[in-house]
T-cell receptor
């Protein structure tokens, strides 16, 4: 089975812009979770989508949003970018049921100038 | 509040020198404890899941164990290619979904 894919892999934006990141989960997985990883804060949970519905959300401002499509692919959007949004954004997919395991993609490295 | 603490923050070993990494957790109820390995600039790679105290799992030079308060990742006769950051994460009972709470990680360096 193909693994989790994320696009783009690298992105450079300026403050105030918005950005959309994409994640394609492992075939058959219905849950997609997003995490932000920074040197100071480690891996922080953003939100999870299951069957096109957000079912869990972390403590991030409303500038961070996401959605999931009927084929389980997910997008994450960050509006009005701030310097502190520079991070590695990781997507993880899982079955979303029972004792499931999350498998991570390679991440999107976002740099905000 | 759910909390995961990993120690040490960094560990340097000589090739062949066995050691253990620690992950202690404080949660209302543990659904599962996960170990991942992460190489620089890459996404975490899944290693093990442990569900109940007393459970152990092994893979090559790695062995993970679980008690009611902590988990250990034992590395036997490590090689330079085992150098990476090792992350511990928990899923908590009573929370919907697959959300993971991560520790800060242990950065392992194995010198030849």
């Amino acid at each position: 089975k193909a693994g989790v894919t994320q696009t783009p892999r690298y992105l450079i934006k300026t403050r105030g812009q918005q950005v959309t990141l994409s994640c394609s989960p492992i075939s058959g997985h219905r849950s997609v979770s997003w995490y932000q990883q920074t040197p100071g804060q480690g891996l922080q949970f953003l939100f999870e989508y299951f069957s096109e519905t957000q079912r869990n959300k972390g403590n991030f401002p409303g500038r961070f949003s996401g959605r999931q499509f009927s084929n389980s692919r997910s997008e994450m959007n960050v509006s009005t970018l701030e310097l502190g949004d520079s991070a590695l954004y990781l997507c993880a997919s899982s079955s979303g049921q029972g004792k499931d395991t999350q498998y991570f993609g390679p991440g999107t490295r976002l740099t905000v100038l | 509040e759910d909390q995961v603490t990993q120690s040490p923050e960094a560990l340097r070993l000589q090739e062949g020198e066995s050691s253990s990494l620690n992950c202690s957790y404080t949660v209302s109820g543990l659904r599962g404890l996960f170990w991942y390995r992460q190489d620089p600039g890459k996404g975490p790679e899944f290693l093990f899941t442990l569900y109940s105290a007393g459970e152990e799992k092994e893979k090559e030079r790695l062995k993970a164990t679980l008690t009611k308060k902590e988990s250990f990742l034992h590395i036997t006769a490590p090689k330079p290619e085992d150098s990476a950051t090792y992350l511990c994460a928990v899923q908590v009972e009573g929370t919907s979904g697959s959300r993971l709470t991560f520790g800060e990680g242990t950065q392992l360096t194995v010198n030849p």
